[in-house]
């Protein structure tokens, strides 16, 4: 999924980097309170490292390796991934804006689609069926 930064946030994101101006001097120019701007300045470069995590991702996707695992290395790998994404959800504590960054970690989304596809190989060679 792409995210684009609406216009406010684009402003908002220029002004932080580029001219290095505070939140409040943000805040003042475009009629928001400090802390508005400052939200909308995190969820925007959330949104900027998350297009920058899939852009990277599709590009070394380009990039093909192979190599052989039996199914009981796929199911430990599998474990091993889980448990990072427990370790990452546990480090949340029931924090929903916590919850929200570590959904959208490249990391996490990573372990996410290797779990997911390590599931469909394990089910394959164990129904005798071939998937790449």
């Known amino acids: ?20 101006l505070s ?5 003042e120019r475009l009629e928001l309170s400090a802390s508005k701007t400052s939200y909308a300045y995190h969820r925007a470069t959330r949104k900027l490292r998350v297009n920058r995590f899939h852009a990277l991702r599709e590009e070394q996707n380009q990039n093909m390796v192979s190599f052989s695992l039996s199914v009981g290395e796929a199911v430990t790998l599998q474990r091993i991934l889980s448990l990072f994404q427990s370790w990452k ?8 804006s916590e919850l929200q960054k570590a959904w959208n970690d490249p990391e996490y989304l990573a372990a996410e ?10 089910r394959a060679a164990r129904t005798g069926q071939e998937k790449s």
């Open 23 to 27: 939140f409040r001097a943000i805040g």
């Open 113 to 122: 689609g290797l779990g997911k596809r390590l599931s469909a190989l394990e």
């Open 89 to 96: 959800m546990k480090d949340c504590r029931g924090n929903y």
């Open 1 to 20: 999924m792409k995210y684009t930064l609406t216009d406010q946030e684009q402003t908002i994101v220029t002004l932080r980097e580029e001219q290095k």
